[in-house]
């Protein structure tokens, strides 16, 4: 029998097959430019039923929902209520969560005796004390607008410091860790004793550090200011603050490895953009080794997490006053553990995987 992870984006489907008891990957695929979702789930039924895998008959079906608001802490089991909670929060994703929905109903329709299961990219961080997530804002703001720091990429920050723990042998409630998730998207978390207490992302994936083309925290005036200095609209703002900035706006690329090539052949803005990229990830990395009483492992995960040893050099010199080194062979090497032996911090490189850690959540849900 096997779980069915889904990723419904607005004109994509990602899916995913395990075996329930094993958790080995079956298949996996990828449906692009659908109209709707009920029409890419017919051909993603198509494509499991030539592996013999028939949709109705599974276990159940894992849907990653972006944002779960202040209501879900944990996966939860998918109901009509759930559905309501689910558009409720569109508001606060909107973007994000309608496709998400869509997903869902497509994979009722289609299965109708599968249970469905909802897990968050926000709820990891539904752990961060208030003094963290609020903002020096009105209270009103909080209050009636949810206007609060939520944190995105969790499943990836859960899986990764599931895996340190697995690699340092310890049990993670006794690990505080500080995980990087740096892909297009980047985050950072702070994780105390297992739990999230602190993450780079806010109310939106638009908080935090600099990314491949959203520009991460920057002076909320500047928006007033090019909005009278330019006649822009909020949304054109928005779109160039989004999809426009980052790596893209200052190196012409959000694609690192042309990033570095550009630097390697002198180009200056890419050696900017690099630069930029790194001063950010340092200062997080600084800020949250003050926040955690002392920290087991720092962890780099994401496309460029993973494989961009430069980038791990780079945020980790000079930093050996704080029980930060770096082995530079084991690095270039592409080691799973790039520290060097004499120092009590361990620097980890661990490749992510959402989609198995939603087929795990699922498992769990499904044995308890
Ligand atoms: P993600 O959003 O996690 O898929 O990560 C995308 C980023 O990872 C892009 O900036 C890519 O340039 C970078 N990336 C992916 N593969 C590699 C690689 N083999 N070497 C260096 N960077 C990579």
Not at 224 to 252: F, W
Not at 273 to 292: S, T
Request: net charge negative.
């Amino acid at each position: 029998m096997s779980i069915l992870v889904i990723n419904a984006g607005s004109s994509s489907i990602k899916y995913s097959v395990y075996e329930t008891k094993t958790l080995r990957m079956i298949n996996h695929g990828l449906i692009e430019e659908i109209r709707n979702h009920h029409e890419g789930f017919e051909v993603m039924r198509g494509h499991l039923e030539t592996h013999d895998i028939d949709i109705t008959q599974i276990d159940a079906i894992g849907h990653r929902v972006v944002h779960g608001g202040e209501r879900f802490h944990e996966p939860a089991r998918i109901d009509d209520d759930l559905i309501h909670e689910i558009r409720s929060l569109i508001p606060l994703a909107p973007l994000h969560n309608p496709a998400n929905i869509e997903g869902i109903q497509a994979a009722r329709a289609i299965a109708p005796n599968v249970p469905n299961f909802a897990i968050f990219d926000t709820a990891f961080h539904q752990s961060m004390p208030p003094y963290s997530y609020r903002y020096p804002l009105p209270h009103d703001w909080y209050e009636s607008y949810h206007v609060r720091r939520y944190g995105f990429h969790g499943t990836s920050h859960h899986y990764v410091s599931t895996q340190a723990a697995l690699i340092l042998q310890k049990p993670l409630e006794e690990l505080n860790l500080i995980t990087f998730h740096i892909g297009n998207g980047v985050s950072a978390c702070a994780i105390e004793n297992g739990r999230s207490i602190d993450t780079s992302m806010g109310m939106t994936p638009l908080e935090g550090l600099m990314m491949g083309s959203r520009c991460g925290s920057i002076d909320p005036s500047i928006i007033g200011y090019l909005m009278r200095e330019t006649k822009m609209s909020i949304d054109e703002i928005d779109t160039i603050l989004n999809k426009k900035s980052g790596l893209l706006a200052i190196a012409g690329t959000n694609d690192i490895r042309s990033v570095i090539d550009a630097k390697n052949r002198g180009n200056q803005n890419a050696a900017l953009a690099i630069d930029m990229f790194v001063y950010r990830l340092k200062k997080q990395l600084g800020e949250y080794m003050a926040i955690l009483r002392g920290v087991d492992a720092v962890v780099f995960t994401g496309g460029i997490g993973e494989h961009s040893p430069l980038i791990h050099e780079m945020v980790c010199e000079g930093l050996e006053h704080l029980g930060i080194s770096l082995d530079k062979e084991k690095n270039r090497a592409c080691e799973t553990q790039i520290h060097d032996l004499n120092t009590n911090i361990a620097l980890l490189v661990i490749p992510t995987d959402e989609e198995l850690q939603i087929a795990l959540y699922v498992q769990k849900l499904l044995l308890s």
